[in-house]
Nanobody, 121 residues
Framework: QVQLVESGGGLVQAGGCLRL?????????????MGWYRQAPGKQRELVAA???????NYADSVKGRFTISRDNAKNTVYLQMNSMKFEDTAVYYC???????????????WGQGTQVTVSS
């Protein structure tokens, strides 16, 4: 089993910054993609940023130039640096990971428990 533990959420003023962290633990062969999604009240969960094992990244248009995703593969940890935050960034942020449990297995998807990010205007 794989656990994803998030930290770093909280309350920040508009224009401020926060950094989220998500550490993966458990028994697995390799971690492929790691990323962040968010869900605001009354809205669907959406991709914020993702990072694949080969180093490529993908961002939602709404966060490009403001958010940066990075990974520490030695620590099985992904980070999301959020700068110039806006009120509309308010949401629960979820860590997501696609993990290969053993050699040759298909990827399995896991989610963190979510961390609240609130931006005051």
């Amino acid at each position: 089993q794989v656990q994803l533990v998030e930290s770093g959420g909280g309350l920040v003023q508009a224009g401020g910054c926060l950094r989220l962290s998500c550490a993966a633990s458990g028994s697995f062969f390799s971690i492929n993609a790691m990323g962040w999604y968010r869900q605001a009240p009354g809205k669907q969960r959406e991709l914020v940023a993702a990072s694949t094992s080969n180093g490529s990244t993908n961002y939602a248009d709404s966060v490009k130039g403001r958010f940066t995703i990075s990974r520490d593969n030695a620590k099985n940890t992904v980070y999301l640096q959020m700068n110039s935050m806006k009120f509309e960034d308010t949401a629960v942020y979820y860590c997501n990971s696609r993990v290969r449990l053993w050699f040759g297995a298909r990827d399995s998807e896991y989610w963190g428990q979510g961390t609240q990010v609130t931006v005051s205007s």
